[in-house]
C-alpha cells in the first residue's frame, strides 16, 4: 500500500482536491488553546468574545493552519523527506466551532534538487475552505520529495 507521490507525480499547474474535510469542534479549539498556552480571550471566554465583531469565539489560527496542512498529507506530503518552508500563510476569514475545513493544492512549480539525484522541491499553494467554499487561509510552501526509485513502477 502507498502513501503519497513521487516527484514525477507531481504536475505544474495541477491542483489536489483533499479529502475528507475535518469539522473543528468546541474541544478541538479548546485542547490545541491549552496545548499552544494561547489564552486570548477570542478563543476561550464565549462572553468576551460575544463583544467583538463576530459575536463569537473564532477558532485559533494556528489550529486552521495545521489542520489544512494535515489534510493535504495523503496527497502531498506522504512520501516527503522534509517540508522545507512555508510562506505567505494568509487569514483570509473567521473560522468558528462547528465548521468543516477542506483544503486543495495547486502545484506551482518544481525541480530537482541541485545537491542529491533522488529527490526535487515541490512548490505549491494550498488553500483551506469552509462548507460554505469560503477561503478562510492559503499558504504557499516547499516540500521535499523522493524521486521513484529506479526499476519501480
Known amino acids: 500500500m ?4 513521487y516527484f514525477e507525480e507531481f504536475e505544474i499547474g495541477e491542483t489536489l482536491q483533499h479529502w475528507p474535510g475535518r469539522t473543528i469542534s ?3 479549539d479548546t485542547w490545541f488553546s491549552l496545548l499552544t498556552m494561547n489564552q486570548h480571550p477570542l478563543h476561550i471566554d464565549a462572553h468576551y468574545a460575544s463583544q467583538t465583531q463576530h459575536g463569537q469565539r473564532l477558532v485559533v489560527g494556528t489550529l486552521v493552519f495545521s489542520i489544512v ?3 493535504s498529507v495523503a496527497d502531498v506530503s506522504g512520501r516527503a523527506i522534509a517540508n522545507l518552508e512555508y510562506e505567505e500563510i494568509k487569514h483570509i476569514g473567521p473560522v468558528f466551532h462547528g465548521d468543516t ?3 486543495e493544492s495547486r502545484i506551482l512549480d518544481k525541480r530537482e534538487s541541485k545537491t542529491k539525484s533522488d529527490r ?15 477561503v478562510v487561509l492559503s499558504l504557499k510552501r516547499r516540500v521535499l520529495i523522493p524521486k521513484q526509485p529506479k526499476g519501480a513502477q
Open 26 to 28: 468546541e474541544a478541538d
Open 101 to 103: 475545513i477542506y483544503a
Open 120 to 134: 526535487g522541491i515541490v512548490y505549491l499553494e494550498t488553500r483551506g475552505l469552509n462548507q460554505r467554499g469560503e
Open 2 to 5: 502507498s502513501f503519497g507521490r
Open 69 to 71: 496542512v494535515g489534510l
